[in-house]
């Protein structure tokens, strides 16, 4: 057989692909071990002590799936076990000793008992299993929302979140902003799941279980919880080039943080005359046909409402830190922080970039 024919050939295949998955598994294990100094560096938006573990839930329905979590665990954990102890038993005790060539095992034609055993114990497992999931499902699963809950609007778009609040008049982006629930004021908050594009998946480890954000259909979600903070959270569902880029934060105010919030939300903007000639220039460029800002001209719903940008602390959904610097950056060319991102760079000079920015830092 020369070196060409094709059986040769795939034989040779079948190396390469073996070596290609040991070399892969490595640097998967180069990368795990390497990856918190990489994306915990300067540059990352992610706060690496924030991170979420759906093994610390501090809201309602994250606690439910923990605690069903922890019961599939233990029971896969015991199966394992028996089977892995039944197991290193047998190869020990029965091994192949010298002399054994001879002689034929003893030969067992059936056992009622054994074989009763095998079936009902597993069909048991089974059946607690799914009994202790539909519970789950059934506490976790609200079509509607519960009494006295604060509603949200979530949007998934290509790649952001757009956050509605009905009730009070308030769109914003990428960090969603609740209260916190209390035993003398149990205050959930109810999401709506819906997609501008292609299907996401909302995902805060820490608050509740992950869930599909389909277009054409509205998916329901709720929080509750009794711990202030900031909870990250990622779409779950691969939606396109950036979906490693497109996080979201929550964070869980008090009572009187989240009124403060609001009110800040609501108010006018405020007219800076010292940077008018970035605010003529925003309302005189494409920006105002993607972008909504109240106040002006600006009612596009394209990208993410620029209405009191400076209170959130990412731009990008968690690509860049919100801050001068970072907006200059994004302004000259959006794809530095998210390559296939659906903000074109505009080609705007360097100066009419410091009035854009100039301007945007002042909507506070
Ligand atoms: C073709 C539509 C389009 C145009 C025109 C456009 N943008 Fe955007 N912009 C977007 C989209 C989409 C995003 C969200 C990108 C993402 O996070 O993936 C965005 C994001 C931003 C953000 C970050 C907001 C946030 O909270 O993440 C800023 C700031 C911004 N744009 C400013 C501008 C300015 C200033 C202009 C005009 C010079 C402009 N944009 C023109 C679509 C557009
Ligand atoms: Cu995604």
Known sequence: MTSDTPGMRRFRCRHRV????????????????ALPTVVG????????????????????????IRELAELVIAICAGIFLVVGVLLTYVIIRFRARPGDEKREPPQVYGSNNLEAAWTIIPVIIVVVLFLATARTINEVELKEPMEGALEVTVVGHRWWWEFEY?????????????????????????LWLESQDVVHSFWV????GKTDVVPNRRNTLWIDTAEPGMYLGQCAEYCGTQHAHMLLRVYVHSEEDFDAWVKAQQAPEVVD???????NLFQRTACINCHTLDGTVADGTYGPSLSHLMSRKTIGAGAAFNNAENLRKWVQDPALFKPGVRMPDMKLTSEEVDQLVAYLVTLK
Request: no cysteine.
């Open 18 to 33: 073996g070596r290609g998955v040991v070399s892969t598994v490595l640097a998967l294990v180069a990368l795990s071990l």
């Open 166 to 190: 009905p009730e009070y008049g308030i769109i914003t982006a990428n960090e969603l902003h609740i209260p916190v629930s209390t035993p003398e004021r149990p205050w959930p908050t109810f």
């Open 273 to 279: 005359a010292s940077v008018a000639d970035g605010r």
């Open 41 to 64: 560096g300067e540059e990352s938006p992610i706060e690496f002590d924030q991170i979420s573990n759906m093994f610390e839930p501090v809201s309602v329905p994250a606690q439910r």
């Open 205 to 208: 480890p820490r608050l509740a």
